[in-house]
Nanobody, 123 residues
Framework: QVQLQESGPGLVKPSQTLSLTCTISGGSILTAYYYWSWIRQPPGKGREWIGYINFSGGTYYTPSLKSRTSIIRDTSKNQFTLQLNSVTPEDTAVYYC???????????????WGQGIQVTVSS
């Protein structure tokens, strides 16, 4: 059974870089045709897909965040990491990692989810 676990700081200062890591257990980040995504949900709003890294290392980001976003992976640790630069209070949200054969913003179709991690951007 694939399980995902997010980790990282819960508080980030404005203009800094938000960095969150998702650790995969019970499965491999190299599983063919699997996509590993980051999704967030700001307070009082719906879920927003941020981007993915796929089984071959390819990445794709939602256009509104593309200039500030990078998703990288460490295959030796079975992890993938979100880096979001130049954060503002509007980036405050619960951040989730998710995975499966779904690629893109259809968040209801992801097979596996982490429990989520609250990240607050504040000085």
């Amino acid at each position: 059974q694939v399980q995902l676990q997010e980790s990282g700081p819960g508080l980030v200062k404005p203009s800094q870089t938000l960095s969150l890591t998702c650790t995969i257990s019970g499965g491999s980040i190299l599983t063919a045709y699997y996509y590993w995504s980051w999704i967030r949900q700001p307070p009082g709003k719906g879920r927003e897909w941020i981007g993915y890294i796929n089984f071959s290392g390819g990445t794709y980001y939602t256009p509104s965040l593309k200039s500030r976003t990078s998703i990288i992976r460490d295959t030796s640790k079975n992890q993938f990491t979100l880096q979001l630069n130049s954060v503002t209070p509007e980036d405050t949200a619960v951040y989730y990692c998710a995975g499966g054969e779904t690629a893109g913003p259809a968040v209801d179709e992801y097979d596996y989810w982490g429990q989520g991690i609250q990240v607050t951007v504040s000085s």
